[in-house]
Structure formats: structure tokens, C-alpha cells
């Protein structure tokens, strides 16, 4: 689990609200004589600069040579420009910016439970870690067969043209557990019963010693395989798969805690997810030099 400089509009400089074009008017004196009286010389400053910066951008400012509703071109090759006409480039602006693809879109991943007949892929993907650390097929149908609502996998299915026919998902990376009733993981949680494919009962014995393998009572999740197929690791599918499982298990309800083992290196990746570090574990799966890191709910 992987952007122009946009052109200014034309702008158009209106008169002012309420302004009329100039024209004189007559002041009715005790005589009956009408004295002309001229537009006030700023009054007229004003209207030639509006004129003339609105002739500077291509435009001509239509109240400028308008009087008593007869409009007086200037300029016999004048063409009006209708506004409606020119593309509105404002959308650029208004539009969200959209994230850039990362190396996990580009695998169209999605998370999917497992089965018996994801076997052999996670055997696979299992070839992510040394041979010493793997988790062998039989273990991995063990615990597909007992446990499947524990496990969860990321499938990847490239994007294709309509026409071609629908590829099959490829498994890209897992997770692989079972319960405990201890409250961390233990060699016991790890290992593979006798008989386990006939036998259905998983409760402890008298002997008071923990059974081996899943335990249907148990209130810890063990996780014992996070694993990414070496070619798509590095794109965040580990820690995008691991945030999924938390929170599916959290919101289930299904366990009091999620319990695992790490080596040194990858302690800061699973305390960044919540995890706490309880120092070395006894665990001697491996060749042991294990830590022990435990999320509670």
C-alpha cells in the first residue's frame, strides 16, 4: 500500500454610481436670460483619465462620449467586445488542489480477511523475512484454518482499460495471528499442536502448562507476521496495513490487547503506531533478541 500562470481578464472601468455624462444646463435667472454653465475642470479631468486608461487596456469607456442617449465613437474601426466571450480562468483558482499520487496509489491496494486459499501467496510473502523467521505453510494453514478473522491482507490490482479482462489481485503483504491468554507473546502462542487438524478443543489443560497455538479464550491478539513483499516495501504499506488491523480489531472489541515481537530496528516503527516497548522478551523463537511490545485497548 502512490501542477500555469493564469491570464488576467480584461478589466472595465464603470463611472461612478449616480454620475451623469457632462453636458451644460441653464440656471434660470430674474431676467429669463439661461447662462450656460461648463462641467467643472475636475469634473472633466477626471472623465478624460477614466477615458484613457480604459482606451490603454483595448476598451473603450461607452458613458465617456455618450450624451442625451446617442452614443459618439471616437474611432470608426470601434469593436465591441462582448465579456460572455472571453474564457473565465477564475475556476483555476477555485478548484481544490489535489494530493500528488504517491507509490501506494499506484498499487490500487485494498485490505481483504484471508483464507486456506491464500496459503500459498502468504507463503510468498513470507519470503520477505530470513528463512530462520519465517512462518512454515503448515503453520501459515493452521492458523488460516483455526483463526482466519485474525488475519488480514493487502491485495493489489493494477488499473486496466474497460475493454481488457479484470486481472487477479495479487497479495502484496499480510498479517498472521492467533490469541493467547498471556498477556504478551510467547513461544507457546507460536507453535504448531499435534494433531491440530482433528483436534477442535484449544483449552488449557489440568497440568495448568499454556497449550500451544490459538486459544479461543484468550484476550490477547499475537501477532506473528507483519510482512511486505520485498518489492513494495518502502511505499508506507506496513504501517497503511497495521493501522488497518488496530482499528478493526479496536472497534470489534474482540481483545483486551494486541501483543507482538520486534527486533531493535523496528521498535520506533511500532511505538510510532501506538505500541509500548516492555523490554527484551523470553521468546527464543529465531534465535530469540526479541523485544516485547504491547498495545492496549
Same mark, same amino acid.
Given at each position: ?23 451644460? !444646463? ?110 512454515? !505453510? ?58 491440530? !487438524? ?51 480489531? !479496536? ?47
Amino acid at each position: 500500500m502512490a501542477t500555469g500562470t493564469s491570464p488576467m481578464a480584461d478589466f472595465h472601468i464603470e463611472p461612478e454610481v449616480g454620475s451623469s455624462p457632462p453636458q451644460s !444646463r441653464t440656471i434660470p435667472s430674474a431676467s429669463s436670460t439661461s447662462v450656460s454653465v461648463q462641467p467643472i475642470p475636475i469634473q472633466q479631468s477626471r472623465l478624460e483619465e477614466r477615458s484613457a486608461i480604459a482606451q490603454a487596456d483595448g476598451l473603450m469607456n461607452h458613458n465617456a462620449g455618450h450624451t442625451d442617449g446617442v452614443f459618439e465613437a471616437d474611432d470608426d474601426d470601434f469593436v465591441a467586445v462582448d465579456h460572455d466571450d472571453v474564457a473565465d480562468s477564475t475556476w483555476y483558482f477555485r478548484q481544490p488542489t489535489l494530493p500528488k499520487p504517491t507509490q501506494l496509489d499506484e498499487l490500487h491496494p485494498f485490505v481483504q480477511i484471508l483464507s486456506v486459499s491464500n496459503a500459498d501467496e502468504c507463503v510468498q510473502v513470507e519470503s520477505a523475512f530470513p528463512e530462520n523467521e519465517r512462518c512454515s !505453510r503448515e503453520k501459515i494453514l493452521y492458523r488460516l484454518t483455526k483463526c482466519p478473522e485474525l488475519s488480514l491482507g493487502v491485495f493489489s490490482r493494477p488499473r486496466i482499460a474497460p475493454h481488457q479482462e479484470r486481472p487477479k489481485a495479487t497479495l502484496v503483504a499480510h498479517i498472521l495471528a492467533t490469541r493467547t491468554p498471556a498477556p504478551a507473546v510467547t513461544d507457546a502462542s507460536m507453535e504448531l499442536p499435534e494433531n491440530w !487438524r482433528h483436534r477442535s478443543s484449544t483449552l488449557p489443560n489440568a497440568s495448568g502448562v499454556e497449550p500451544l497455538g490459538h486459544q479461543d479464550q484468550g484476550s490477547t491478539i499475537a501477532i506473528h507476521s507483519l510482512a511486505v513483499v520485498p518489492e513494495h516495501q518502502g511505499k508506507g504499506l506496513g504501517k497503511t496495513l497495521m493501522k488497518a488491523y488496530i482499528q478493526r480489531i !479496536r472497534d470489534a472489541k474482540i481483545a483486551d490487547r494486541i501483543a507482538l515481537l520486534s527486533h531493535d530496528h523496528l521498535v520506533p516503527f511500532y511505538t510510532s503506531l501506538g505500541f509500548k516497548n516492555c523490554g527484551p522478551s523470553e521468546c527464543t523463537f529465531g534465535g530469540g533478541g526479541w523485544h516485547s511490545l504491547i498495545l492496549e485497548f
